[in-house]
């Protein structure tokens, strides 16, 4: 066995390494900064090709075999990269934010330190309608003379919790019990280290157009501004093969290769047969599947088969 030190590499990247420490700004006073990273795109294939052994890279360059890496889910080699976020996040879209328990986290603690004084404030015309078919999102927005209203509402409550906080805080109450009242919208802090396997995975979700808004923003700046400097390789082939691809149920391949072979009634049929067309009142009935599957096709420019049918 070979016990000599050999010489190591430790994987660079200048894209990434010139914005060290620069904060991304987020919604009107969040931000995300890099504060470190081990690995690259290099690291990935030298970890793929110690399990593939040496003659690999003969056969695929470092591109190819990334893509082939991620479009097979050999998920492991991506493990080997690690980046450390420094980020500012409102208090309620953080709660969305931790639910990703697959990362080391070191909180802004308000039992130790007096709390930021920044909240996330709404501008009049973003006030945002709740969907009718998503019980968890939002559609449309409110009109902007009644958002000048919830806007100063808002301002005037944020105002009131702080000062109330300042107020227990310069009497001498406890900093952990000070705190309870403070809004959601309140700024909190966060070092959030995780592979990038993981951080794929948080950006598939957060980055969907069914995600919050809010988070969607911090991810986005994650994605497009980081990771993509970080890894560019893997940031191409998560675009193709995971944002950018759609997926197929056994009903949904049944109905498109109906499609394909023009025949619509059967494409249809398969709906039917899957509960997809129930009625009520003489109109097809909100049904998720289906609309999920809809928006497939729109995607596609593929007509709805069921659209006119009775």
């Known amino acids: 066995m070979n016990q000599q030190a050999e010489n190591v590499d ?3 990247v200048e894209a990434l390494n010139q914005i060290l420490g620069r904060p991304f700004h987020v919604l009107d006073n969040g931000f995300v900064r890099v504060v470190d ?8 294939v030298q970890a793929a090709r110690v399990s593939y052994g040496k003659g690999t890279k003969k056969v695929r360059e470092d591109r190819e075999l990334i893509r082939y890496l991620l479009r097979h889910s050999h998920s492991s080699p991506f493990e080997m990269c690690d980046i450390k976020l420094h980020i500012r996040v409102p208090m309620d879209c953080w709660r969305q934010w931790i639910r990703h328990r697959t990362a080391s986290v070191n909180e802004y ?39 000048q209203t919830f806007t100063q509402q808002e301002a005037d409550l944020q105002n009131l919790a702080r000062s109330v906080y300042n107020q227990r805080i310069e009497t001498g109450i406890a900093r952990e019990q000070a705190r309870k009242d403070l809004p959601l919208s309140t700024y909190t802090e966060a070092y959030w280290k995780i592979n990038l396997r993981n951080l794929l995975h948080f950006l598939e979700l957060r980055m969907d157009a069914h995600a919050q808004i809010e988070i969607r923003s911090y991810a986005e700046i994650i994605g497009r501004d980081i990771v993509a400097r970080w890894c560019p390789l893997t940031w191409e082939a998560f675009q193709d093969y995971q944002m950018g691809s759609l997926t197929f149920s056994r009903t949904e391949q049944e109905i498109l290769k109906a499609l394909c072979q023009n025949d619509q009634s059967g494409a249809v049929k398969a709906a039917d047969d899957a509960g997809w067309l129930k009625q009520k009142d003489g109109a097809l009935r909100f049904h998720l599947e289906r609309s999920e599957f809809e928006a497939k096709l729109k995607k596609m420019d593929l007509p709805v088969p069921w659209t006119d049918s009775k």
């Not at 081990?38 to 990935?44: H, K, P």
């Not at 404030?121 to 958002?147: H, I």
């Open 10 to 12: 430790r994987h660079s």
């Open 109 to 147: 603690s308000t039992r130790y330190s007096i709390a930021i004084a920044e909240a996330q404030t709404t501008r009049f015309d973003a006030w945002r309608l709740q969907s009718q078919d998503n019980r968890q999102g939002s559609e449309d927005f409110l009109d902007a003379e009644t958002g």
């Open 37 to 44: 990273y081990m690995g690259s795109d290099a690291a990935i």
